[in-house]
C-alpha cells in the first residue's frame, strides 16, 4: 500500500466512516484505506495498514485540514530586509522568541486556504481562474504598502498594511477568489480576511510554553510599531503546498502562477 496518496472511501453503513468526504485523499503518514464491507477476503491488517483500530477511527474522524493556499509572495528585498531587522529587534529583548520567527524566504500574505483532493483539482482550479479573469480586472497597478506592527491575541506578530484603496482592491479580489473556489466547491478555511505579513507565531515553537512563554509582549516591540516596511507590486499570486518546499529554495513549493498582467 502507498501510505503517501491513498483514496479514502466513504462507507455510508459505518457511522464511523459516514463523516468522510467520498474519495477524499489524505497524504502523508496518516494515510489509510477505508474497506468497503462488501468485499471479502480483505483482513482488518491490511484495511488499516498496521495501525492499531484505535488510531484507525481517530484518523477517520479527523476533519479535512488545508493542504494549499493561494498567497502574495514578498519579492521586495527591502520589505524582506526591514522584517529580518524587526525581527532582531524583538530578538534582543527575548532571544527565546527565536524559534518563533517566521523564516524571511517565506514571506507572504495568504489570500486563501483550502483543502484539494488530488493533481486534477489542483490544475482544475488554475482553468477557473482564468476562465473568470474578468472578475479580477480591480487588480490594474495593484500594489501593497506595509506599514506598522500589530498582533492576533499576543500569539501572532505581523506587519499591517496600509488601508488605502489598494487595500480595498486586494479585498475585492480576495472575495473574488473565494467566488471561483465556490464554483468547484473546494474546502475553505478562513472565517474572515485579515491581510497580514507574519513576523513571528508562538505556534511555531511548542516548547515556548514549557517555557512559560504564553505570549509575545507589545512592549517588546512597540519601539517600533510604526515602522514603514515597503511598498510591494502584485504582479502575480501562487498556488502552494502547505506541506512542501521547493527543492531549490526555501519558499513553499509552487505549482502554478496566477499572472496579473494578462488582465
Not at 207 to 221: P, R, S, T, V
Request: aromatic share 10%; hydrophobic share 40%; charged share 30%.
Amino acid at each position: 500500500m502507498n501510505k503517501d496518496q491513498i483514496k479514502i472511501k466513504h462507507d455510508e453503513s459505518d457511522a464511523k466512516r459516514a463523516k468522510i468526504e467520498e474519495n477524499v485523499v489524505v497524504y502523508g503518514d496518516d494515510s489509510v484505506f477505508i474497506h468497503d464491507p462488501t468485499e471479502t477476503n480483505i483482513s482488518i491488517d491490511s484495511i488499516v495498514d498496521s495501525l492499531k483500530i484505535e488510531q484507525f477511527f481517530k484518523l477517520v474522524d479527523k476533519k479535512l485540514e488545508p493542504n494549499y493556499f493561494l498567497c502574495i509572495k514578498i519579492n521586495n528585498d527591502k520589505i524582506i530586509e526591514a522584517c529580518a531587522k524587526a525581527q532582531k529587534e524583538i530578538l534582543v529583548k527575548n532571544p527565546d522568541l527565536a524559534k518563533a520567527n517566521v523564516k524571511t524566504d517565506t514571506l507572504h500574505v495568504t489570500l486563501l486556504a483550502f483543502y484539494l483532493r488530488d493533481e486534477e483539482e489542483i490544475q482544475l482550479f488554475n482553468t477557473k481562474l482564468e476562465e473568470n479573469r474578468s472578475l479580477f480586472q480591480v487588480v490594474n497597478n495593484f500594489e501593497l504598502t506595509f506599514q506598522g506592527i500589530s498582533t492576533f491575541r499576543d500569539q501572532v506578530v505581523y506587519v499591517d498594511l496600509i488601508k488605502d484603496d489598494h487595500f480595498k482592491n486586494l479585498i475585492t479580489f480576495q472575495k473574488n477568489l473565494v467566488k471561483v473556489a465556490q464554483l468547484m466547491n473546494i474546502p475553505l478555511f478562513e472565517k474572515k480576511f485579515t491581510p497580514h505579513l507574519t513576523l513571528m507565531k508562538l505556534s511555531k515553537a511548542k516548547i515556548l510554553l514549557k517555557k512559560g512563554i504564553k505570549k509575545i509582549n507589545k512592549e517588546l516591540y512597540e519601539h517600533i510599531e510604526d515602522s514603514h516596511f515597503g511598498i510591494e507590486p502584485v504582479l502575480n499570486i501562487h498556488m502552494c503546498s502547505i506541506r512542501e518546499k521547493e527543492s531549490d529554495s526555501l519558499f513553499y513549493k509552487t505549482y502554478w502562477k496566477f499572472e496579473l498582467n494578462k488582465i
